[in-house]
């Protein structure tokens, strides 16, 4: 005999699943980040493509947590919603992109520092089908899961702890889950221009853009140049012992970058590429959920200390960062950057199909230690010599190639995907 549920049972049995799918347990923990990703990562979500049903899915998402959290709401909304077109950037595509980033905020205790902020952002907008910024040509649901869902993830944990404190933070601290990031920084951008809460008192921005692939420990810092307070203090709170890999720069493929040319201190927070980057392979399973608790955790100490700590958060610009280097961005050459790599020179982590790396005939595993006459050291090297040049500009890469020096020829493309 076949058991049949009865409709009350269906009802309450749904009721239940939709209930667990917000249940999550006290503190910042691996299984909650696990949950989290199985619904900003799921087939339901498709990939939250900027505009689409998906993003809106994730957009309810988020919202509804933060309400849950009884996180405050501006005006009683959760959302700003925004437009932009990606006609500029793709003919094909349509005139106008309707978004919403999704924030919260935690009121500061303090009667004079509640007027200051500290901003917590992940995007969580990704690819949904593929397209013109994913690396792969597969029209297959491109689930982001560490782009950006185990940002949004951090992000949503590091809210709830905060959340469930009895003692606030001084300074207000606001959570952003930014949209239209993929398509170029539209969300964050968009932030900047209208702010909701004054951007001249916004102590800072983190963060939090693929948080999690940790693997030997390894966590790279940016922004670190971006205020002089910014060095000791994440060597000081680094209690986990993370291998943390430093760069001052305050630009970047990420929403912060946004942040950055306004003058406010960044940081960003990466655990680094890898072959799945941006392809539909992207998915929960390869997330190292334990890993990403602990960076949760680290950031979520940092924005405490910057929340609480008296004085304002200094701005400054590292040398080599320019105008003209945030412009850079637009010129692609397609080797991934091996960001664990610690000799002199830039190592490439891996070549993307068509680029003008490929092209090039680099090869996975080459140390790049000159671009035309310049040497170069490291990362920030090599950014600042690819500020100089435009997308058509040919180049000559110094190589070495299994201990021999080679010299190639490289013509640079236009870059087309942010982070
Ligand atoms: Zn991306
Ligand atoms: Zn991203």
Avoid: W
């Avoid at 490929?358 to 600042?384: Q, R, S």
């Amino acid at each position: 005999m076949k058991k049949y549920l009865s409709p009350i049972l269906l009802i309450v049995a749904f009721a239940a699943s939709a209930r667990a799918q917000v249940q999550t347990v006290p503190g910042i923990t691996a299984a909650d980040i696990r949950q989290r990703l199985s619904i900003l990562a799921s087939d339901s979500l498709e990939g939250r493509r900027t505009g689409s049903p998906g993003a809106d899915r994730a957009a309810r998402y988020i919202s509804s947590e933060f309400k849950r959290l009884k996180l405050s709401p501006k005006a009683g909304l959760y959302f700003q919603p925004f437009s932009f077109s990606e006609h500029a950037l793709d003919s094909t595509k349509h005139e106008k992109t309707e978004a919403r980033n999704v924030y919260a905020f935690i009121p500061g205790s303090d009667p004079i520092l509640t007027g200051q902020y500290v901003i917590l952002g992940a995007h969580y907008d990704h690819l949904g089908h593929g397209g013109p910024f994913a690396l792969d040509s597969s029209k297959a649901i491109h689930y982001g899961a560490d782009d950006n869902a185990s940002g949004v993830a951090g992000l949503l944990e590091i809210a709830e702890d905060l959340a469930r404190r009895q003692v606030r933070p001084k300074r207000t601290i606001i959570f952003i889950a930014f949209s239209g990031e993929e398509e170029g920084l539209f969300g964050s951008a968009h932030y900047v221009d209208d702010p909701l809460f004054p951007i001249e008192s916004t102590q800072t921005m983190l963060n939090m853009d693929m948080i999690g692939r940790m693997s030997d420990s390894t966590l790279i810092v940016q922004g670190l140049g971006t205020s002089p307070v910014f060095r000791s203090l994440v060597d000081n709170l680094n209690a986990p012992k993370l291998n943390l890999k430093y760069f001052q720069t305050g630009t970047g493929p990420s929403d912060h970058a946004k942040f950055y040319a306004k003058n406010v201190p960044v940081l960003f927070f990466f655990t680094g590429f890898h072959p799945d980057y941006h392809r539909a392979t992207d998915t929960k399973e390869k997330i190292n959920a334990g890993g990403e608790a602990t960076i949760a955790k680290y950031v979520e100490s940092i924005a405490l200390d910057l929340a609480n700590r008296p004085d304002r958060i200094p701005f400054t610009r590292p040398v080599g960062d320019t105008e003209q280097k945030a412009a850079s961005f637009g010129v692609y050459v397609g080797g991934v950057p091996d960001y664990g790599y610690d000799g002199e020179g830039l190592r490439i982590s891996e070549v993307t199909e068509n680029s003008p790396a490929e092209i090039a005939e680099l090869k996975k595993g080459d140390v790049i230690v000159k671009f035309d006459d310049m040497p170069i050291k490291n990362i920030y090297d090599y950014t600042n010599a690819l500020a100089k040049h435009k997308p058509g500009d040919m180049v000559y890469f110094t190589l070495q190639r299994n201990g021999s020096e080679i010299k190639l020829p490289v013509v640079l493309g236009r870059r087309k995907q942010a982070h």
